[in-house]
């Protein structure tokens, strides 16, 4: 039989609530914070609206790779060129 994981508060819960969107809390943990918020009417909306704000500020600040022959030019001129008198 599965054991279901011991309840946690709404202090706790939200407490947590940056590290479960992240990903750092143990599985343990991050069963009981992720069963709070998914019976909590009071915190999932805080758990709702946060992780859509997190979703979207990654996908409004993904990094764009320059081209390759773009990096390959300018470690080139890093590498090779002579350093400035000074």
Do not use: N, W
């Amino acid at each position: 039989m599965t054991r279901s994981p011991k309840p946690i508060g709404c202090a706790q819960a939200v407490e947590h609530l940056y590290e479960l969107l992240d990903h750092e809390l143990t599985p343990d943990l991050e069963a009981r914070v992720r069963a709070h918020f998914e019976e909590c009417k009071r915190c999932y909306p805080l758990y709702r609206f946060e992780s859509g704000f997190k979703r979207f500020l990654a996908a409004r600040t993904e990094t764009r790779r320059a081209p390759d022959e773009l990096r390959r030019k300018i470690f080139e001129r890093i590498m090779f060129e002579d350093p400035p008198d000074e």
